[in-house]
């Protein structure tokens, strides 16, 4: 697993770069999850995994890291390489998806605990408040300060995917 040196030049230039310009979310930003399950299922998607995440949820579910992929995980062709995400049911739910919620809450990965505040959707004042015709949490509860928004934008950063090259 390696990443590209453009990718960590251009992380320390935005990381620099929000030092001098000003977000949209400097006074932070209303969010509470409303529990609807619309970012776990309704629509195909991926959640990509880590070998970390691979590894936590394994364990969590007293699998090995093989039977977990087999189980749990699809490959999903990128090119050159391809990225491991979890598997999804005919109707697009997570498989991890249970009447009473994420079976897995305690290891979810990554992307699930930073959404909304994933890199694409806080690019912008726009994609933010688009994202709103997804998630219904947008906008309502209390104010998440911009300390705790990037914390949340940063923990999945950089993106620790698996990859295996063809
Ligand atoms: S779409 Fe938003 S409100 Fe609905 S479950 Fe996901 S985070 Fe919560
Ligand atoms: S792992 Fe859990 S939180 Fe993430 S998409 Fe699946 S059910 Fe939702």
Partial sequence: ??????????AIFT????????????NGLRFQCQMCRYCCSSEPGYVY???KEIEEEADYLGLSREEF??????????GEYSLISLQETSDYDCIFLTE????IYK???YQCRQYPFWKSIMSSKEAWENEKNYCP???KGPIIPKREIEKRMKDGDP???VFRKK
């Fill in 15 to 26: 990381k620099i770069l929000r030092l001098f310009i000003d977000m949209f979310y400097d």
């Fill in 49 to 51: 995994l880590s070998d």
């Fill in 137 to 139: 949490g947008i906008g």
């Fill in 69 to 78: 992929i087999r189980k749990y995980c699809r490959y999903v062709d990128c």
């Fill in 100 to 103: 009473k919620g994420c079976g």
């Fill in 107 to 109: 290891v979810r990965p």
């Fill in 1 to 10: 697993m390696s990443f590209h040196p453009l990718c960590t030049i251009f």
């Fill in 159 to 161: 993106p620790l995917m």
